[in-house]
T-cell receptor, first 112, second 114 residues
């Protein structure tokens, strides 16, 4: 099925650990983004990419890294996990007109 | 900077009654406005959008929204609510500062009571 696939669906980390959240899309979309969702705050943009090899920071980039080596994949790396990074993370993609985004089903991350 | 407000954390409505979920925005330039819905433990699903043209926009599942430029509002409406409409609703605006990505409102939880 065409769409955005995120792995893992759930993850528990200890403070200071690192990990990578995976995101892949099979729609040949140029635009990909990472958001975090926290109660009462909606979704906030972490990083985004407008094509392979091009990334930029969003509203809340601190503590996260991204790279875009292929059109299909856009992994999000947590360098040293902190309890403040406990959240639900969503990856999204759109075509280069950017009119409608397709969202993945999310990764629920808990940092203890 | 673009911003979106959803003044109600929670909206309760009886099944069969009309529903409204409110959204106001603050943007520079012409707004590109969207509504998304999130069901429990799911990602966001697109409902409708306003880019230009008619102020009344029709979307998925019988939802519609009215763009009001003078009141800077984009309220989501449905003439007759269903229990299955119960979900979390997000209003969003595109932000050219962030590569046309979305700025989301905080969300409104809609509960439709049988």
């Amino acid at each position: 099925n065409a769409g955005v696939t995120q792995t893992p669906k759930f993850q528990v980390l200890k403070t200071g650990q690192s990990m990578t959240l995976q995101c892949a899309q099979d729609m040949n979309h140029e635009y990909m983004s990472w958001y975090r969702q926290d109660p009462g705050m909606g979704l906030r943009l972490i990083h985004y990419s407008v094509g392979a090899g091009i990334t930029d920071q969003g509203e809340v980039p601190n503590g996260y890294n991204v790279s875009r080596s292929t059109t299909e994949d856009f992994p999000l790396r947590l360098l040293s996990a902190a309890p403040s990074q406990t959240s639900v993370y969503f990856c999204a993609s759109s075509d280069d007109r950017g009119s409608t985004y397709t969202f993945g089903s999310g990764t629920r991350l808990t940092v203890v | 900077a673009q911003s979106v407000a959803q003044p109600e954390d929670q909206v309760n409505v009886a099944e069969g009654n009309p529903l409204t979920v409110k959204c106001t925005y603050s943007v520079s330039g012409n707004p590109y406005l969207f509504w998304y819905v999130q069901y429990p433990n799911r990602g966001l699903q697109f409902l409708l959008k306003y880019i230009t043209g008619d102020n009344l926009v029709k979307g998925s599942y019988g939802f519609e929204a009215e763009f009001n430029k003078s009141q800077t509002s984009f309220h989501l409406k449905k003439p007759s609510a269903l229990v299955s409409d119960s979900a979390l609703y997000f209003c969003a605006v595109r932000d050219p500062h962030y590569g046309q990505n979305f700025v989301f409102g905080p969300g409104t939880r809609l509960s439709v009571l049988p």
